[in-house]
C-alpha cells in the first residue's frame, strides 16, 4: 500500500505553469486554494512572472526553496513530462497532472503516457487527464473544477474517487445545494500510476472518512480493488459504486455459451456483490445512499414506518418502499394505543403510512407519535413526510427528528414532497438525510439493509490435486469429467469403449436403458451430427452403437477417439456450471439453470475467483429459478448442499489450473433429490 | 359526455364559508383568485361578514346576484351537504367540496357522501376531499393549496389531473421550480360524481392543453378512462400516468391459476398498453415525460446523438439511453467529415457521445456541431450536455439550441451536469426541455418514441354463435373444449368412454399413443388422484381405464362422468390461456407461456376485453421466452398467427359469455410449427 499523506495533506504546493489570470484554468488552482483557505506555502512556477496572487513565483523547479509535498502540473501533456520528472528529481510527494491528450487519444497519447510514467518514477503520479483532488476536512483544493467557485461548500464524512473529472465537479455542486459534505474527493482521470483502488485504500485509513462514493468506468486492478473493497467491508466504512458500461452488457460475443451469458458488465454485479459494495442504480443514488450511510445509521430488518400530514406523498414512499423489498406493516395494538392517546379526531392513525392530516403541524403531536413509532419493535425505521405545511414551518421537522434521533439508533429520513431547497439543505446540514425522490428514500433504506452483510466467510484457496500432465488444446468428454472428478465434481457412470461390442459389454452394468455418445475432442456438437442417442435399451446398445459411427464419419471429418456409453439420469434439476475469463476482471464462475426457457431469461450467477462457501450458497439463490432447486410445487428438493460443493469444486479447479485453463463448463450437472448429490452429464474443457 | 365548461371557465365564483383570514384554508381560495388576476366575480358567502377581502359578503347561495358557474364549498362535511343542495336549486354549474370526512373514512363517511352526491342532483360536483382546480391559462385559481403561494407560476400546455391533491401541490411547486407550465390542474378527490375519466374528455377539447399527466390510485370507471385514453391517442395528445399501488401487485390472492399470476397492477400495464397511456415509472417521470412531450415534438427511431464538452456527463447520459433501448450510434461519415471541417485539435468527434472539450465554448463551434448532428440521417434525436461552463455561460446552449430547433422537427433535449436550477429553469421557459437526472433523458425519449402507437385496430365485437342452454357451475373438460370449440379455438381429437372398453374402441383412431382422463366437472386436480395417463398403447387402454377408474374411486368422491381418450400432442410449444376477472378493471385475457421455469418468472401478457388483433400479437411477443414461439435455437418456429386467432377467439367468447363466465382457462394450448394451427389438450370452465 503506497503512503499518499503527501499527497492528501501537503504542507507545500508548487504550481507548474500557474498563470495570473485567475480566468484561466491554469488561473484557478492558486485562486481557489486562496479563496479556501489554504495554510501551507504555495509556490507557483512560471518563468514569465515574478509574482502570481500576491506569491513569489520560481522560474522552475529547482529553485524552488523545499522539495514540495505535491506538484500540480498545469503545463501542456509535452511539457508536463519534463515537469514531472523535474519533481520526481526534486523529491516532490507527489505530482497532479491535469493535462488530456495521453491514452485517451490513441497510440501517440500512449507512448506520451508511458514516458509520463517513467518520468514519476516512485513518486506518486495522480493522473494525467484529472481536474485534481479536494481535501475539504483539511481545506486544501488542488484542483480546477469550476465547482470550486462556490462559497458554501460543506465538509462530511463521504469520500468520492471519480474517474471523470466532470463527475466529481457534478457530485460537488450537487451535494453543495442539499447541504451534504464531503471529507475528500478525486479525480483519477488516466490512472498512469494510482488508480481508483490505491485512492480506497489511502481513504479507508482517513478518520474523516465514513463512507466512499465511486464512479468508475473500469476497473485497471480489479485484484486490488477486491482486496480494498473486503478492507471497506471489514472496517465498516461501505463503498458505493455507480459503474456506467451497464448497457453495452450483451453486446460481447464470446465462443463458449458460458461466455455469452456473461457480459462484462454482470461481473461487476458479481464483484460488488462478493464484496459488499453497493452499486447506486441511478446517478442520484451516489449521492443519496452515500448521505445516508454517513449517518453511521443502518436497517436492522425491511419494516418501516411513515410518518406523513399529506396522504399522497405518504402513499408515493410506501409504493416505491415496496418496489425495492421493504414492508410497511401497520402498527402493532400497543403502538396503535398509544398513538390513538395522541390523535386528533381527523388523524388516520391505524394504518401505514400513519397520516396525521394537518394535526401533524403541532410539534407536540409530530414527536409524540414519531417516538412511538421509533419506540415500536415493529418498525426499524422511520420516512417523516415534509408536506407543503413544512413551507410555513420550516423548523418544525428538523426540531422535531433531530430531537427524537437523539433517542433511538434506528435510520430516520425525510421525504420533501415541495419543492423547498432550503429545507432540504437544512435537514441534511443538520445530520438528516433528506430526499426530493421517493424513489431515494426507498433506494437508501435497501443499501443501509445491504451494508455490512458481505465478506463474510474466507475465499477457498486452491486446492492441490495431484495429476497427471495435461496436454494442450481440447479434452474429450471423458477426460473433461474425469479432471472435474479430480476435483471433486461426480460425473455420471460411464465408460469408454472402442467399438459398439465392447459398448455392449459396458453398458451391462449401467441400468436398463443407457446414454450412447460419439466421444471426439474435435467435435464440439456431437448431436448435430448423430453423435448421442438417448434412452437406448440394452439389446440395442450393439446396434445403435453401430450407426452412430456410420452416422458421425458420414458427416464429419473429425477423428472418433470411441464410444460413451454412460448411465441414465432419472429426476433432479439440470444446471450449468461454466468457467468464463473477463479481460477486464479475470476468471469467474458461472451458474445457469438449464432449459431454454431459463436460458432466454438469462437465469444465471456469476462470481469471481476466489469463490467463499457463502459465495456458492448465493449463487444457487440468486437464480430467479431458485425454486425449482427448492421443491416449487410439490417437486423433490434437490441437494443443493450437494450443488454448493460442485460449485466450490469446480471453482477450485479453475484456481488450481489457472492460466492453464481456457474454456471448462457441465452442461448439464443434474441436482438429484435431497441426499443424492449431483452428476455431471456432459462437460467440455479446454486447456491451454 | 358532461359539458364542464362552466366548472373549467367560471364567469363567477361563489365561495361558501369564506373567512376574512388569508392565512386559515378558509381563508385561501379568495385570497389566491385575487392574487392570480380572476377576472370574474367573486362572492363570498357567510353570514357573519359584510366584506370579505373588499367583496360583499353574501349571508347565504339563495341571496347570491346571480347562479354562480361554481361554488366553493369550504365547509365542512356536515354543512357542505346543505350548501351543495343549495347551489343546486340556485342553478349553480358545479360545486368544489373540499372538506374530507367522507368515504376515506369508512360506513359513516360514505353514507354522508352518498347524501352530497344526491344533493347535487345533476350538477357537476367535483371532490369532495379534492383541493380543488387551478386554470393557469384563464388565472382561475379555486383552490386552496399552499403552492398558490408562489408568484411565478406558468402557463404551459400541461394538464395534470390528480386523485391526490397533495401530489397536485407538489407538482405545481415543483414545476414552477424548473420553469414547466401547466394549462389546468385538477384534484378529483373521492370522486362521488366527476372522475379522472370526465375531467380527461373535458381536457382534450381544451385547445391550451397538448399532454395529461395523470396521478392514478385507482380508477372507478375503467370503461370510461378507456374510451378517454383511445380519444387522447386519436387526437394525438397523449397522456402520462404514475399509479400507486405497484408493490401489492402479487399480494392477492385467487382460486385460479390465471388469478394468481395476475396481479391487479399488471392489469392497469394491461390497460396502458391497450390504450397508449405512458406509465410514468418515477414520480420524476411524471413531470419530465409530459415536459417534453408538450413540445409536441416525437422522435422517429431509437438513435440519439450526444453532444457534449465534458466526458463523464456524455457517458452517463449514453449508458441510461442504452439501459432504455435507445442506441448511440457513431456519427456516418459524411456526418464525421461535416464535423472534422468544424472541429478543434483536442475535441474527439469520430466517437459518440461527440465530446467537443472546451471548444464546445464557442458558440459556432456548438451550433455547427448541432446542426451538422440534427442534419444527419444517423440521429432521430440529440441530447446536449450543459457541463460547469455553462454556468460561466448561461446563455450559450439555450441561443444555440433554440436556433438549431427551429431548423428541425427531431426533439433536443438538455441534460445540465451541475446543479444550476437557473439554468434549467430557463431552458424549459424557453420550450427546450431540459433535465438534472441522465436518466431523465433517456425516459423522456423512450415515451417520446412509444407516442401515438397505440389504438391501433379496433377491438373485435363479441362473435354471436349458436350455442345450447348453458348449466350453471363447472363444465367437464369435455364440455368445456367443445365451448372453446364453438368459438374457434381447436381442441385435440379427443372421445368420451363410458367404458374402459368403449375407452379401447374409441382410442383406435388416435393413434399409436392415447392419453386416457377422468372425466369429472368436480375434480378439479385430476392427476393428483392418479385420474391421467400419458402415453398409453393402444393394447393398454382398457386395462388403463380400469386401472384409472379404481384408483380415482378410491382417492375421491367426486362423480365420474366417464373417461375421456385423446391423442397425444407432438411437437409444439405449450402455452396457457386465461380468463381472468379484475375487480377493479374488469375482465381481461392472460396469455402465458407453459412449464414451470416460465412459470417461477411470471412469463405472462395480459389485455382487457375487448381486444384488437394488434393487441393479441402484441401479447405473443411480449412474452419474455416468446424466441420460444419463433424459432429459439433452430426450433420449428411455430404457427402464432394460428395463436393469435385462438386469442381472439377465447376473447370472443369471454365477450360473448359476457356476466356468464366465472373462470376459462385452456392449459396446455399446444402452439404447433407454422402451418399446423394450435390445440388445446386440457381446459376449465366454471359458468355462473
Known amino acids: ?20 489570470d485567475a480566468a484561466r484554468t491554469s488561473g484557478r488552482p492558486i485562486a481557489y486554494l486562496q479563496k479556501h483557505g489554504y495554510a501551507g506555502n504555495i509556490y507557483p512556477v512560471n518563468p514569465r512572472n515574478d509574482t502570481i496572487a500576491g506569491l513569489s513565483c520560481y522560474p522552475d523547479v529547482a529553485s524552488l526553496p523545499e522539495a514540495p509535498d505535491v506538484g500540480m502540473v498545469l503545463l501542456s501533456a509535452e511539457r508536463a513530462i519534463q515537469a514531472v520528472r523535474d519533481l520526481a528529481q526534486r523529491g516532490a510527494g507527489a505530482a497532479i497532472v491535469l493535462a488530456s491528450g495521453f491514452t485517451e487519444t490513441g497510440p501517440e497519447g500512449a507512448s506520451r ?6 518520468a514519476a518514477g516512485d513518486m506518486p503520479l495522480l493522473g494525467p487527464n484529472t481536474i485534481g483532488l479536494v481535501n475539504l476536512t483539511d481545506g486544501i483544493t488542488l484542483s480546477a473544477t469550476g465547482a470550486l467557485e462556490m462559497d458554501d461548500l460543506h465538509t462530511g464524512s463521504i469520500a468520492v474517487v471519480s474517474q471523470s473529472g466532470g463527475i466529481l465537479g457534478s457530485l460537488l455542486s450537487r451535494a ?14 488516466n490512472e498512469a500510476d494510482l488508480d481508483v483502488s490505491d485512492l480506497i485504500e489511502t481513504l479507508l485509513d482517513d478518520p474523516a472518512t465514513s463512507v466512499i462514493a465511486l464512479y468508475i468506468e473500469g476497473l485497471r486492478k480489479p485484484e486490488a480493488f477486491r482486496a480494498a473493497a473486503l478492507r471497506a467491508a471489514r472496517l465498516g466504512k461501505p463503498l458505493v459504486a455507480f459503474k456506467v458500461g451497464r448497457s453495452e452488457s450483451g453486446a460481447r460475443s464470446a465462443v463458449s455459451h458460458t461466455g455469452a451469458l456473461a457480459g462484462a458488465d454482470s461481473m461487476y454485479d458479481a464483484l460488488f456483490a462478493q464484496t459488499g459494495v453497493i452499486r447506486a442504480q441511478t446517478f442520484a443514488d451516489l449521492l443519496d445512499i452515500p448521505a445516508a450511510l454517513s449517518t453511521r445509521r443502518r436497517l436492522n430488518g425491511n419494516r418501516i414506518a411513515i410518518l406523513t400530514s399529506t396522504g399522497g406523498a405518504g402513499t408515493l414512499v410506501a409504493d416505491s418502499c415496496g418496489m425495492m423489498g421493504l414492508d410497511t406493516p401497520a402498527p402493532d395494538a400497543q403502538t396503535a394505543a398509544r398513538l390513538d392517546a395522541l390523535s386528533s379526531a381527523e388523524a388516520v392513525l391505524s394504518r401505514n403510512p400513519i397520516d396525521l392530516t394537518l394535526a401533524g403541524v403541532k410539534p407536540e403531536v409530530l414527536r409524540g407519535t414519531l417516538d412511538a413509532l421509533l419506540d415500536s419493535p415493529t418498525y426499524d425505521g422511520a420516512v417523516v413526510i415534509a408536506g407543503s405545511s413544512s413551507l410555513q414551518h420550516p423548523d418544525l421537522i428538523s426540531g422535531v427528528v433531530s430531537d427524537c434521533m437523539q433517542r433511538t439508533e434506528k435510520p430516520v429520513l425525510v421525504y420533501v414532497s415541495p419543492h423547498a431547497p432550503s429545507i432540504l439543505s437544512g435537514l441534511n446540514r443538520q445530520g ?24 463474510q466467510g474466507a475465499p477457498a484457496p486452491a486446492p492441490i490435486v495431484a495429476l497427471p500432465t495435461l496436454p494442450s488444446g481440447p479434452l474429450n468428454e471423458a477426460e473433461s469429467k474425469t479432471l472435474f472428478a479430480h476435483y471433486g465434481v461426480t460425473p455420471v457412470r460411464e465408460a469408454v469403449a472402442a467399438t459398439p461390442e465392447q459398448a455392449a459389454q459396458l453398458a451391462a452394468g449401467l441400468g436398463d436403458k443407457v446414454v450412447i455418445k460419439a466421444l471426439s475432442r474435435q467435435l464440439a456438437h456431437k448431436s448435430e451430427v448423430g453423435g448421442v442417442a438417448v434412452g437406448v435399451a440394452q439389446a440395442d446398445v450393439a446396434r445403435c452403437s453401430q450407426a452412430m459411427l456410420a452416422a458421425v464419419a458420414a458427416a464429419t471429418s473429425a477423428p472418433l477417439e470411441g464410444l460413451l456409453v454412460q448411465e441414465m439420469v432419472a429426476g433432479g434439476t439440470e444446471v450449468i456450471l461454466g468457467f468464463h475469463r473477463d479481460p477486464q ?5 458461472l451458474l445457469g439453470m438449464g432449459g431454454v426457457a431459463a436460458e432466454l431469461i438469462q437465469d444465471t450467477a456469476l462470481r469471481l475467483l476466489p469463490l467463499s462457501r457463502a459465495d456458492a450458497e448465493s449463487m444457487a439463490r440468486e437464480l430467479k429459478t431458485w425454486p425449482l432447486l427448492d421443491g416449487y410445487r410439490g417437486r423433490p428438493r ?6 454448493v460443493d460442485a460449485i466450490l469444486a469446480f471453482a477450485g479447479m479453475a484456481q488450481a489450473l489457472d492460466g492453464k485453463l481456457a474454456e471448462a463448463e457441465i452442461n448439464p450437472l443434474f441436482v438429484l433429490p435431497e441426499g443424492q448429490g449431483v452428476k455431471a452429464a456432459d462437460g467440455v474443457v479446454i486447456l491451454r
Chains 1, 2 share one sequence.
Open 432 to 455: 438528516i438525510p433528506a430526499f426530493a425522490a421517493p424513489e431515494s428514500c426507498a433506494a437508501v433504506f435497501a443499501a443501509m439493509l445491504a451494508t455490512g452483510k458481505a465478506g
Open 176 to 189: 453543495a445545494s442539499r447541504g451534504i459534505g464531503f471529507s475528500t474527493l478525486v479525480s483519477t482521470g
Open 113 to 118: 503516457q508511458q514516458q509520463l510514467q517513467e
Open 1 to 20: 500500500m503506497r503512503n499518499l499523506e503527501r499527497l492528501l495533506r501537503p504542507r507545500s504546493v508548487a504550481v507548474i505553469g500557474a498563470s495570473s
Open 638 to 643: 434437490c441437494d443443493v448442499p450437494a450443488l
Open 585 to 589: 476482471l479475470g476468471p469467474a464462475i
